[in-house]
T-cell receptor, first 112, second 112 residues
Framework: QKEVEQNSGPLSVPEGAIASLNCTYS??????FFWYRQYSGKSPELIMS????GDKEDGRFTAQLNKASQYVSLLIRDSQPSDSATYLC????????????FGQGTTLQVKP | SQTIHQWPATLVQPVGSPLSLECTVE??????LYWYRQAAGRGLQLLFY??????ISSEVPQNLSASRPQDRQFILSSKKLLLSDSGFYLC???????????FGDGTRLSIL
């Protein structure tokens, strides 16, 4: 089992729709979770951090964490073509202090 | 505010040539520093990380080495490049083990 798993996609949504990106992780002791956005040819950019169970909202983005289910998700409301990118889920492992494990990423396509 | 600088942006090198990529961080002290490689269409692979001057941890055996001669400087090197060293090299930093990492703009390395 991979430590951090994401569906590679592509996930295609129409402009204005809600995009839902999902991530599961294997380390039950993980406490820190991040979502990065990576445009083609560019470096990853942090868009959300979440540390506690529940929802965390920032503008059009909502991160959701369920530690019991070892599941973290990212919702993008009112999706725009500029949201088209690869979204990387990253988890800090409890067993290797500070080691950040990235999923393979989900490619999101927002169609006008 | 903190910034991370990475250069060069692109590099084309012949097989067997040496390599030196540099990364510097401004606006913080004693950062954790990381080198990643991202092959085309692939996920992020952690190569090295450093928690302090002269302290380097290697994640995978390879043709590369890293050094941290100053608190906010991280260097990735190779004595003889291989074709398999091609990829997108990313430097990142964070201020602590559970904090998100922030990436530089990356160096795209092509080996001929």
């Amino acid at each position: 089992q991979k430590e951090v798993e994401q569906n590679s996609g592509p996930l295609s949504v129409p402009e204005g729709a809600i995009a839902s990106l999902n991530c599961t992780y294997s380390d039950r002791g993980s406490q820190s979770f991040f979502w990065y956005r990576q445009y083609s040819g560019k470096s990853p950019e942090l868009i959300m951090s979440i540390y506690s169970n529940g929802d965390k909202e920032d503008g059009r983005f909502t991160a959701q964490l369920n530690k019991a289910s070892q599941y973290v998700s990212l919702l993008i409301r009112d999706s725009q073509p500029s949201d088209s990118a690869t979204y990387l889920c990253a988890v800090v492992l409890s067993s290797n202090t500070g080691k950040l494990i990235f999923g393979q990423g989900t490619t999101l396509q927002v169609k006008p | 505010s903190q910034t991370i600088h990475q250069w060069p942006a692109t590099l084309v090198q012949p097989v067997g040539s040496p390599l030196s990529l540099e990364c510097t961080v401004e606006g913080t002290s004693n950062p954790n520093l990381y080198w990643y490689r991202q092959a085309a269409g692939r996920g992020l692979q952690l190569l090295f990380y450093s928690v302090g001057i002269g302290q380097i941890s290697s994640e995978v055996p390879q043709n590369l080495s890293a050094s941290r001669p100053q608190d906010r400087q991280f260097i990735l090197s190779s004595k003889k490049l291989l074709l398999s060293d091609s990829g997108f090299y990313l430097c990142a930093w964070n201020g602590g083990d559970t904090q998100p990492q922030h990436f530089g703009d990356g160096t795209r390395l092509s080996i001929l």
